[in-house]
C-alpha cells in the first residue's frame, strides 16, 4: 500500500522508484530501466510505463498526492512525487 492505496505490485514499485528520485525526478528511460531490472525486456515500452503511471494516478486520487510530469523532449518525461504541505492550526 501507498499513501492508503492499493496499487499492483509492478505499479507500486514504479511509484517507490519515482518517490525515491525525491524533488528533482526521474526520466523515463531510466524509470524504465530501474522498474524492469532483470526481467527480459527488449526494447524500451514507454507505453507501459504510462499504462502503470495510468493506474497509479487514478488511484491516488483524493488522497492529494500526485504523479507530476515535466516533457523533457519528444516522449521524454521527467517524473516526481508532489505531496501537499499539512499545515496545522495554531
Known amino acids: 500500500m501507498r499513501h492508503g ?3 499492483y ?4 514499485r514504479i511509484f517507490d522508484i519515482i518517490e525515491d ?8 528511460r531510466e ?11 527488449p526494447k524500451i515500452n514507454t507505453g ?3 499504462a502503470h503511471l495510468r493506474h497509479a494516478r487514478k488511484a ?3 488522497t ?3 504523479i507530476l ?4 523532449a519528444d516522449r521524454q518525461y521527467r517524473y516526481y512525487i508532489h505531496t501537499p504541505i499539512k499545515v496545522s492550526s495554531l
Open 31 to 41: 524509470l524504465y530501466r530501474k522498474a524492469y531490472d532483470g526481467m527480459r525486456k
Open 48 to 50: 507501459v510505463v504510462q
Open 60 to 62: 491516488l486520487r483524493g
Open 5 to 7: 492505496v492499493r496499487m
Open 69 to 72: 510530469g515535466e516533457r523533457i
Open 21 to 28: 528520485a525525491g524533488s528533482f525526478g526521474i526520466e523515463t
Open 9 to 12: 505490485a509492478q505499479t507500486a
Open 64 to 66: 492529494g498526492v500526485r
